[in-house]
């Protein structure tokens, strides 16, 4: 969804101050939190797309207002009482401290049907190399990539109203696959309890100017993971060459001038004449020469 959450690109915030020598945790409550949140997506209660759409549907005042495990604490009360697990009552009165005991833990959550790593969730002996069903999931040979290393994409222009990966910053515009980094479960619909959906996620490279203009340097380059799903083949870009080899054959013809038909012109004989015979004669002196030995004979 689109919310104030997505602050990829967008401007007025002010710069990002880093704290220094920042602790892990500036709190104990934040230690928990953190303890709380590995143990439900631990549990399978919960999954971590669910926990991020949870989070942005926060209030906007609320979201900027609050901290970084504030909004953890939220996602976690938030859908703890969703999936019915423990009752908003109870979370109020552990707040104000009445001491209300819990109800008893929810049983675990099975695999969904559709998710492709159920059968590994339920036997994690499965399989000969016993990889983890994630793991499994991303290098499973029969989904197929649609893109490779070095096609022109362009990210889709899509507006909707549930969870997405897909930032605002980044759509509508051109980019290159760099990587495949194999099928992973697509967080459009895992977050919404509509299915896996695998499909393959790419590292996609974006010229900084393509997203926000000149002003950024020509070499700054900008990489975001996209699942299949966001892209489509940059087929403007891909007819390019061939519109522009249309264009200069069609330049070449018209530039090309008309040959004219020369006048053909009678065959005329052509008498060939026979080279003149050399006639060599020897030198004077030769000659004499010749005499002279001529007549000391008697």
């Known amino acids: 969804m689109n919310g104030v959450h997505d602050l990829g690109g967008m401007h007025g915030f002010g710069p990002v101050l880093r704290e220094p020598h920042e602790p892990v945790f ?18 399978r209660r919960v999954n971590v797309d669910e926990f991020r759409r949870v989070i942005e549907r926060m209030p906007p ?13 939220h996602a976690i009360e938030a859908l703890l009482a969703e999936k019915q697990i423990i009752g908003r009552d109870e979370i109020e009165a552990r707040i104000r401290g ?13 695999p969904a049907a559709d998710d492709p790593g159920a059968e590994l969730w339920s036997n994690p002996q499965a399989g000969a190399t016993r990889l983890s069903s994630a793991v499994a999931l991303r290098h499973d040979p029969k989904f197929k990539a649609r893109f490779k290393a070095g096609d022109q994409v362009i990210a889709r222009n899509l507006n909707p109203a549930g969870h997405t990966r897909l930032p605002r910053y980044v759509r509508g515009h051109r980019g290159v696959i760099r990587r495949d980094w194999g099928t992973f479960v697509f967080p ?14 790419y590292g996609v490279e974006f010229s900084a100017r393509e997203l926000w203009g000149t ?11 996209l699942w299949e799903a966001y892209l489509a083949p940059d087929e403007a870009l891909a ?13 070449k013809a018209k530039a090309k001038k008309p040959q004219l038909k020369k006048p053909q012109l009678e065959k005329s004989k052509v008498t ?3 080279p003149a015979r050399v006639i060599r004669t020897r030198a004077p002196e030769a000659k004499t020469r010749t005499r002279k030995k001529a007549s000391k004979w008697p």
Request: a positive charge; one cysteine or more; charged letters at 20%.
């Open 26 to 43: 500036h709190a104990d409550w934040e230690r928990r939190t953190f303890a709380l949140a590995l143990a439900t997506m631990g549990a």
């Open 61 to 73: 005042a609320h979201y900027l207002a609050s901290s970084y495990y504030e909004h953890w604490l």
């Open 98 to 110: 009445d001491g209300v005991p819990p109800r008893r833990p929810a049983p675990s959550v099975a």
């Open 188 to 201: 459009d619909t895992h977050a919404h309890g509509a299915g896996a959906n695998p499909q393959h996620c």
């Open 215 to 225: 002003p950024h340097p020509a070499r700054a380059r900008v990489y975001v993971d």
């Open 239 to 251: 007819a390019r060459p061939a519109a522009r080899t249309k264009v200069v054959k069609a330049a």
């Open 272 to 274: 060939r004449l026979t």
